[in-house]
């Protein structure tokens, strides 16, 4: 027994050495812009959509220099050459939920959100189009719904380049996602008759939508994927945080209706009543909420997630559609326990994954690890079964980022399948507890994924 266990621990020794030894894939390009806050993930929590976005040959981002400047950053993608400007402000970084989110209409104008937790909403425009140096005052958008914005999402269709806001109204236990859309011609937003999902009038317990990161297909369609938060439960005198789902909706109309994978009409708002659950997870399992989904080139959506695997270790998954069923796997080996447990933005030792998928149908499932060292690495899965192996794990940025989570351009994966990413270490204190003030470098980089496919 000492033996095989000897053994045991001897092969993920060289396993580990390996990794960590393994040549990182090459970029295609590194772009060093000035430092930023890191006291916290502000600037790179999974939920900025978009945190960094492309438009007209343009590369867009936005981050926390300190409480009083926000860094505007545009970079020219012929040429590489950049520039900077800064929107001075009053900004509360200390909460890493305050995330920067941009977005770009048709007329190229960009739009602003920034510095939200349940506060009023704050928001705005570009005076000139494609121009960061000069912008209008913050404003409203309608004045409904806006006294208690959090996680605001500029979705951008790329089939007709309609531009809608996606947002909490509410709180972590009584929310609902509501969406606006913008004008160009007007240029004014208007609401949406009903928010689209909402846990506020639930009994006896409310609930909130978490979504993840909205996903557009080939004919302009809209996939929207969410678990469910209630109050927390208790396993063994411990409170987890407790979120339910896996559930799916779509809409090929931006927002006026909605869909379930199988083509029936939902009935606005969805509630935890009436959506549909794709894949159910076990309560207190560990799901986390707030990650990212893609398509394929057939039009299916592609989920990645984690949440406890049946030894109760909590494990990386990927869940897709085939076009008849929903697939679920597990796509990481870890070794130790870990529960969701606590308040506010917690030190959880590896990131939520995003996801994109290539021409050839591959999955790319980006994150941040414990089994990576925290470096930005990358899990190639091949169709049509996806099956995981630990070989596939390739690392995109050879040094360690903290509790950094991917922050990636899916406007440019969508025209050039190339990799986007804003890269910065961060430190991030549980429950954003005694931030200290902390600024570390941050990069634009590129790779090009197709070099480590098979």
């Keep these: 027994m000492a033996m095989r266990l000897f053994l045991y621990f001897q092969a993920l020794f060289f396993l580990c050495i390996s990794f960590f ?10 772009i060093g812009l000035s430092e930023g806050w890191a006291g916290n993930t502000v600037n790179t929590v999974i939920f900025r959509h978009h945190g960094i976005v492309t438009f007209g040959g343009y590369q867009f981002t936005a981050f926390y220099r300190d409480t009083a400047n926000i860094i505007l950053i545009q970079r020219e993608l012929q040429t590489d050459k950049w520039h900077a400007d800064t929107l001075k402000g009053n900004y509360r970084i200390g909460d890493a939920h305050n995330s920067i989110s941009l977005g770009i209409d048709k007329k190229g104008y960009i739009h602003i959100a ?16 494609l121009n960061i140096s000069e912008w209008g005052k913050p404003k409203p958008m309608t004045g409904l719904r806006e006294t208690t914005v959090t996680y605001p999402a500029f979705v951008m269709n790329p089939m007709d380049s309609t531009l809608m806001f996606l947002y909490r109204d509410g709180g972590a236990t009584n929310g ?14 208007s609401d949406m008759p009903n928010c689209i999902l909402s846990g506020r009038n639930q009994k006896p317990w409310s609930s909130n939508p978490y979504w993840n990161h909205p996903a557009f297909d080939g004919m302009g369609k809209m996939h929207l994927s969410y678990v469910w938060r209630t109050r927390s439960v208790t396993k063994n005198e411990m409170s987890l945080i407790n979120n339910i789902g896996i559930d799916y909706i779509a809409t090929s109309d931006n927002g006026k209706s909605w869909l379930t994978v199988h083509g029936i009409t939902a009935t606005l708002p969805i509630t935890q009543v009436n959506s549909e659950t794709v894949w159910a997870v076990p309560v207190g399992a560990n799901l986390i909420n707030q990650t990212s989904m893609a398509v394929d080139g057939h039009g299916n959506p592609h989920i ?17 559609y085939d076009g008849k069923k929903w697939n679920n796997t597990v796509v990481s080996n870890r070794k130790n326990v870990f529960n969701l447990s606590g308040g506010g933005t917690l030190q959880i030792p590896f990131s939520r994954p995003e996801i994109v998928i290539d ?28 099956e995981f192996d630990e070989a596939n794990i390739k690392v995109l940025w050879n040094e360690p980022l903290g509790y950094a989570e991917p922050i990636i351009d899916r406007t440019r994966w969508a025209k050039d399948n190339i990799l986007s990413m804003l890269i910065q270490y961060n430190h991030q204190p549980d429950g954003d507890r005694d931030v200290e003030k902390s600024v570390s470098p941050i990069y634009i980089v590129d790779w090009d994924l197709s070099s480590v496919c098979k």
């Design 21 to 30: 030894n393994a040549k990182p894939i090459e970029p295609q390009a590194v």
């Design 114 to 129: 920034y510095d939200h937790h349940g506060h009023s909403l704050r928001y705005q425009v570009s005076d000139i189009p």
């Design 176 to 189: 609902q996602a509501c969406m606006k859309i913008y004008d160009t011609d007007s240029e004014t937003w």
């Design 304 to 320: 990645a997630y984690y949440a406890n695997d049946e030894n109760g270790i909590t494990q990386y998954q990927h869940l897709w």
């Design 359 to 386: 021409r050839k149908d591959i999955v790319h499932i980006i994150l941040r690890a414990d089994f990576t060292n925290d470096k930005m690495s990358v899990l190639t899965l091949y169709p049509p079964n996806y």
